[in-house]
């Protein structure tokens, strides 16, 4: 147990020990004591070390303000039980506040040096399975950069849910089948002839993106325009498989590039190989949740006051819509035997979300386990004005790859993870492309970076280890606190699926440091505080890079 754990359980047993005291000596009724008091800390450092809400509990089941019940409490309270407390006291509406020593929470620099890359790590997960799927972008073109958001938290939280015991794995799903691909195909077809000389037009609803004259120049480079003379099934599904394999590696490239890698990449073709969609169609049927109206099979999704209408499964020609495949991907996930899924999606899927977990909860699957996080917009800004939108279809988009060129993977990262996922976001490329500590990420490193130089100086000054002193400065103190609630800050950012609280995290420890840095000389400080100040220094340095790891984010050791 921590020393921030073990004070908060000693703070939980003195508040028992007073209430039976009290109950005891008639001053408070017989209660049922809350299974779990919540003891924290106050937002503002001078109302104390620790508080804790029991007396607000216990006001209504014993008829008195919480006030009156924190002072009963007080009267019967042995601070002696609780190690380092100097004083306690009633704030606010019922507040119990408890002021410990000067230094309390030194030893976690000690914890934090030994536990090495293993602090902030834990088993809480018991090795539960968790499948998260994100990205799965359409293989139409290149990356943009709502899905570089969406790739940023993917990556993030299942660095997150590993630390804390998890056994997480990454999925991309690939839609290679279906209308679009053939959209596709024929879009290829177009270009592959534009650089024949044919005045050949992009059909409507197809990619005019530009970004396809390149797939088209590397086709003819490798296999010539022989397919064009193809009767128009073979050549349109030739050029559509090769656009599609074409566009996957480029984005796994770049993905790769953002450090973001999958475990699995599950293809709808093969999915539609095995026979799961009909599989599917066919035990609904069996169910009764269908109905067959104007030539088209239909989800009666309407009835159950969860869907605005009934929709699609198949159309009039006899071909699934895209649902039906979404459906049985689902059902595969199931079946794999994972304890829960997690899905992060656009926002374009909102309306689709509710029909796939009817179909699913009428199949028989847990839905309770299934999670979908929708990713909002973003919008670049760079000069305060609008730098570009994203139309993949209209060619009219930001590629990941060119936004990375210009911002950087590590900026990238950390600005797109400074914001939930469900927030529209506004993306300023001149603050993340700037090196001044108002650029965020810059700020964090640079932390990590001066704390490397100190260290590297004291390994010349040839600091003694010897014992260390008790970090009983203000500044100190602030920065041991830290430290001692980043396993917390971590187990919160994973289950509650906000890696944000790490940036945040992340920015309070680098501004407590460099205050730190700038009230408490540590090369040149006697000979034990020095000691002590280059522990600290250590186990700060070891956190920030920590977290700056699980965010995917390098840690520089010199700027």
């Not at 992340?506 to 540590?522: G, P």
Request: aromatic share 8%; net charge negative; hydrophobic share 40%.
């Amino acid at each position: 147990m921590s020393v921030l754990e073990a004070r908060r359980a000693a703070v939980r047993e003195a508040l028992h020990a007073a209430l039976a005291a009290a109950v005891s000596a008639g001053d408070l009724p017989t209660v049922e004591v809350p299974a779990q008091v919540a003891v924290g800390e106050p937002r503002d450092r001078s109302h104390g070390d620790l508080s804790a809400n029991l007396a607000m509990l216990l006001a209504g089941p014993s008829g008195r303000k919480g006030r009156d019940v924190a002072a009963i409490l007080l009267r019967h309270l042995e601070t002696g039980r609780i190690p380092g407390c100097a004083r306690a006291e009633v704030a606010g509406p019922g507040f119990l506040n408890f002021f410990l020593e000067p230094g309390w929470l030194s030893p976690v620099v000690q914890e934090v040096l030994a536990a090495g890359d293993a602090y902030g790590r834990s088993d809480c997960g018991g090795s539960r399975r968790i499948l998260v799927e994100f990205v799965s972008a359409n293989p139409t073109g290149p990356l943009n950069v709502v899905n570089c958001r969406a790739a940023a938290f993917g990556d993030a939280l299942i660095r997150c849910l590993r630390a804390i015991g998890y056994v997480a794995e990454a999925e991309y799903y690939v839609n290679d089948a279906g209308g679009q691909v053939r959209k596709l195909g024929l879009s290829l077809e177009a270009r592959l002839r534009q650089l024949r000389g044919e005045a050949a037009q992009v059909p409507e609803g197809g990619y005019p993106g530009a970004y396809l004259e390149d797939v088209a120049r590397a086709y003819a480079d490798a296999h010539g325009d022989a397919v064009l003379r193809e009767p128009e099934d073979v050549r349109v599904a030739t050029l559509a498989e090769y656009a599609v394999e074409h566009l996957l590696a480029e984005q796994r490239a770049v993905l790769e590039r953002f450090r973001v890698s999958f475990d699995h990449f599950v293809r709808e073709t093969a999915i539609r190989e095995h026979g799961a969609p009909e599989r599917v169609v066919e035990r609904l049927v069996q169910l009764g949740r269908t109905q067959e109206r104007d030539g088209a099979l239909w989800l009666c999704t309407k009835a159950s006051n969860e869907d605005n209408d009934d929709r699609v499964l198949r159309k009039r020609d006899g071909s699934f819509t895209y649902r039906v495949p979404d459906i049985a991907y689902h059902a595969e996930k199931f079946d794999r035997g994972y304890d829960r899924l997690i899905d992060i999606y656009g926002q374009d899927h909102h309306g689709e979300v509710p029909a796939v977990r009817l179909a699913l909860q009428w199949l028989g699957y847990p839905v309770e386990r299934l999670e979908v996080l929708l990713t909002q917009m973003v919008r670049l800004v760079r000069d305060g004005r609008d730098a570009g939108r994203v139309s993949k279809r209209g060619g009219n988009f930001i590629a990941m790859r060119d936004f990375l060129d210009d911002v950087g993977v590590d900026p990238a990262r950390y600005f797109f993870l400074m914001r939930t996922i469900d927030t529209h976001m506004d993306f300023d490329i001149d603050l993340a492309r700037s090196q001044t500590q108002d650029n965020p990420v810059y700020y964090v490193q640079y932390a990590h970076a001066r704390i490397c130089s100190i260290l590297r100086q004291a390994g010349a000054a040839g600091i003694p280890g010897v014992p260390a002193a008790v970090l009983d400065h203000p500044a100190e103190a602030l920065l041991c606190h830290c430290l001692a609630t980043y396993p917390a800050e971590v187990r919160a950012a994973a289950e509650g699926r906000a890696p944000h609280r790490l940036t945040a995290y992340l920015r309070t420890t680098a501004e407590r440091f460099h205050t730190f840095y700038v009230q408490c000389r540590v090369i040149g400080e006697e000979p034990a505080r020095a000691a002590a100040r280059l522990a600290l220094c250590q186990a700060t340095r070891q956190v920030l890079a920590s977290a700056l790891g699980l965010l995917g984010v390098s840690a520089p050791e010199r700027m």
